[in-house]
Every structure is written in C-alpha cells, then in structure tokens.
C-alpha cells in the first residue's frame, strides 16, 4: 500500500510541475549552464509536446525517482525514511526530467501541433530563427521562409508558392542566415524553407515546428521561442554503383538461351557528396511487358509496381514520370546521406528474349513543382553481348 501511496504522491508532485508554472510572472525559462528549467505551461509545452511528449516526461521523472531512492535511500527490505530519502529523489527526477527529457522527445520525433497565435496571451513581439548548413555549420543566405498558422506538407507549400498562392508572412535571411518575423502572438507555428532553386547543390525545402513563448528574451525585445536555429542540408545528387563501389550507368546480361531465369541480380544507390544528403525519391521503371515481368526488392524489402496510367491525373507522380516510362514504384524512399549509406536495388524475372528494364530516379516526386531528376540505370539482356557486365 505504501508504494501506491508513493506512485500517487509522485504523480501528483508531476501534474503540479504541469499546472504551476503557469502563474509564474512574467513566463521565462530559468537557464542554468545546459539546463532550462520551464516556469510557465508554454514552455513545458514546448519542451514536451502534445500526449507523448508528456508521456516521455512522466517515464523520465518516474523512473529517476524510484532509481535514485532505490539505490542510495532504502535499506535491504526497500523502506527508506525522513525528508532526505523523498526530497533527495525528488529533486533529481524533476532535474532528469528537464535534462534527460527533451533530447529524448528531440530523438523520437514528438512534434508540438501547430495551433497558429494562442489566445491566452495578449502581447506581440518579433522573433528570430538562424538558417544554418546542417554539414558545415555556415549561415544559409539564400531562399526564403514562410510563418504559417497551420501545419502543410512542404509538397503543398513547393506547389502553392509556384503558383503565387500564398498568403502567409515571408522572410529572407540576412548575410548571417538569421530570418526575423514581427508582430507575432505568442503561439506554436510552421516554418517553411524554400530554396531559390530546385536543384542539386541547393537546400533541401523544410519545414520546422516552432513555439513561441508568452515571454521576452532578458535584456532583449525578441520572443522566447522553441528553437533557434533550423539545420538544413545541402541537396546532394545519388549514384549507381556496383558492388565494389563503381560508378555504373548499365548492366548486360547475357544468358544462353530464352527462357532465362535472373535471381537476385543487385545495383546499389549512393550519395555522390559527403556535404549534404540526397531529398526523398521515387524510382520508376520502363520495361515490356511481354518481354519480362520484373520483381524488384528496395532495401532488401520486396516492392510492387504500379502503371502509371492507372495514377490518377492530377497526381504529382504521374506529371513528374519521366518520357516513355510506364511504371513507378510508388513506395517514398527517404534520402541518403554519408560516404558509406547507401540501398540495393534488386531485380529478379523470367526473360522470354533479348530486352532492356531502365530506372530512374525522381527527387520530390509528390511535389508538381519541385521535382528533380536523379540518375538513371539501364539493364539489358541480350544472349548475343559481346562485352557483358557492367557499363558506365
């Protein structure tokens, strides 16, 4: 029965860290070194967003507290008594909780909701973010973000752009990368990056939740907000390469004779720079038919293709197919980054003769204008090759 007395005590010690704070006057996070402590439920908010950010909070205060007074507060038979063996505890799962939290929330990828202006607090201020290079630490100068009040894909916010729909502030960054708003509500909102190009050695279109706090930064006119920074990188192109890191645009096979079966035949993709990292992308693929029905497997994952004739109209993947290609694997590959990342791609079919099966790959494909085009890679069989493997 104790241990339920203890287990409420605690819960109730942590539903009041999420209730107090609000009557701090003024609203500020205390900084002590790399701890911000939270004095009002903006900046708990911010800390540990939505449900699970608060659920991540709960585990993490918990579990220091009954570690911390396990170990070094209770005797052999788990009783521990006085002010010392409950405050002791106590103060070192609310510091767990500040310290250790957030990262865990930043790890698991636990998003406030963008609600746009809060209606609980009346002042207004400017607020600054820094663009910076997520490889190399440099200011970002070039493209623009947007202040939005409601969350969008950045797909919606590439093609609304384009097309001059868009109404919500915009800004520019300076020569140190730094982007500022003002006149804004304390709130929790969506930014959005755009390049000034979409391109290879461009930056990768973001967006990025941030929260501003009811509260002014010390000795300064500029809001508190969740983050300060946005890192981006640098868009980089893929490679085809074999499976000795060679750079490939083409395989022959040539088999003895017709039916042939291919099993497992791999081609890998990579990053061609380590200074960046490669945009999500879709790979499609042309073939004939009644020359090969194909099997392909993506990251060792067996995968479907669809005709792209069946895609609907409108459809960002059907507009962004390359000339003559007739289907698509229509699974969103997330971008690689680093010299040693890289995914197969894995072909296997009966051939019933001499045919070719072509992919290629589409960056931002579900955006109708910010695709870009990626390499492509040919593979050929023909039972009368002269020079069979691998091609450039």
């Known amino acids: ?21 609000a009557a701090a006057e003024p609203p500020q996070a205390i900084g002590a070194g790399p701890i911000s402590i939270p004095t009002s439920a ?20 918990i579990g220091a507290f009954m570690l911390v007074r396990k170990y070094f507060f209770e005797d052999k038979r788990g009783r521990g008594s ?23 929330v930043s ?12 209606t609980s607090c009346s002042i207004t201020g400017p607020f600054e973010v820094r663009l910076i290079d997520k490889i190399s630490g440099a200011a970002i100068t070039s493209g623009k973000v947007y202040l939005f009040d409601q969350s969008m894909s950045i797909e919606k916010v590439i093609d609304s752009d384009a097309k001059g729909n868009l109404t919500a502030p915009v800004r520019t960054p300076d020569s140190n990368g730094v982007v500022r708003f003002d006149n804004v509500k304390p709130g929790t909102y969506m930014l959005a990056y755009l390049p000034s190009s979409y391109a290879i050695g461009s930056y990768m279109p973001v967006t990025a939740t941030i929260t501003v706090n ?20 640098k868009m980089v192109n893929l490679k085809f390469v074999n499976e000795v890191g060679a750079v490939v645009g083409s395989y022959t096979w040539k088999p003895p004779s017709y039916p042939a079966e291919l099993t497992g035949f791999s081609v890998w993709i990579t990053p061609t720079a380590t200074d960046g990292a490669s945009p999500y992308f879709y790979i499609y693929a042309n073939y004939s038919d009644t020359a090969v029905t194909p099997s392909f497997k993506v990251g060792g994952s067996t995968v479907s293709v669809t005709k792209i004739s069946d895609l609907s109209g409108t459809d960002p993947i059907r ?9 698509v694997i229509k699974v969103k590959n997330d971008g690689l980054f680093g010299k040693d990342t890289k995914k197969a791609i894995e072909i296997s079919g009966t051939f019933q003769g001499n045919t070719t099966i072509k992919l290629k790959l589409i960056y931002f494909a579900e955006s109708e204008r910010g ?16 020079t069979p493997g691998w091609g450039s």
């Open 1 to 21: 029965m104790r241990h339920i007395y203890a287990l409420l005590a605690l819960l109730g010690v942590f539903l009041a860290s999420l209730v107090l704070p």
């Open 42 to 61: 903006e900046e708990f908010e911010a800390m540990f967003p939505g449900v699970y950010g608060k659920v991540v909070a709960l585990i993490v205060f």
């Open 82 to 104: 006085g002010v010392i063996s409950w405050g002791v505890p106590l103060i070192a799962a609310l510091l767990a909780m500040v310290i250790i939290g957030p990262p865990l």
């Open 107 to 118: 790890m698991l990828g636990i998003q406030p909701t963008v609600t746009g202006p809060s």
């Open 214 to 233: 009811c509260a002014y930064k010390p000795n300064s006119d500029l809001l508190v907000t969740s983050i300060s920074a946005i890192e981006i990188y």
């Open 319 to 327: 507009l962004n197919a390359p000339a003559g290609y007739l289907y």
């Open 371 to 386: 695709d870009i085009a990626g390499p492509e890679f040919t593979f050929t069989a023909n039972n009368a090759a002269s």
